[in-house]
């Protein structure tokens, strides 16, 4: 073996643990392109910070009692990590990559009952939009919102 084959033989199990895009940034939802139309006087934004192992991310929801931060780490692919959300109720999630989308597996404890979901974030627009898609099932139905943020 030549030593240009040695390299890229040990660099390998790295270039799977690199992201595939880079959701870094702070972002402002846009709200005519988000489904449910986002109400007036409310806002979401997402200030990102992405490495090959870790997402970490502030979500701020401003509406008219002001803004509400909230802040995540997650290690991709790694343990679950358990967070009381804005309302209360505590959440189960793991982050995963699938392809070039971030995917959040969660399970949301509410009341004595467990809802699952899964976001799925994707960077589209040559970068300039961030998609975020987020099935639940509620109620035996799959109920789907679309987030739409542009990079500020």
């Not at 803004?67 to 995540?72: E, G, K, S, V, Y």
């Not at 999630?93 to 971030?102: C, N, P, Q, S, Y």
């Not at 009341?111 to 627009?125: A, P, Y």
């Amino acid at each position: 073996m030549n030593v240009a084959t040695l390299l890229l033989f040990f660099s390998l199990p790295l270039w799977g643990a690199q992201p595939q895009v880079d959701f870094s940034g702070s972002w402002q939802q846009d709200a005519s392109r988000s489904v449910p139309e986002v109400k007036a006087g409310r806002s979401r934004e997402l200030d990102i910070q992405l490495t090959a192992t870790t997402l970490t991310y502030k979500l701020i929801t401003k509406s008219s009692q002001g803004p509400r931060t909230q802040a995540f780490k997650f290690e991709i692919g790694g343990p679950e990590i358990v967070y009381t959300g804005l309302d209360g109720d505590e959440f189960h999630t793991k982050v995963r990559w699938d392809g070039e989308a971030l995917v959040f597996d969660t399970v949301e404890h509410e009341r004595g009952s467990e809802i699952l979901s899964k976001q799925v974030w994707t960077v589209t627009d040559g970068g300039k939009s961030l998609r975020e898609v987020r099935q639940t099932m509620k109620s035996g139905k799959p109920v789907e919102s679309v987030a739409v943020y542009e990079k500020r």
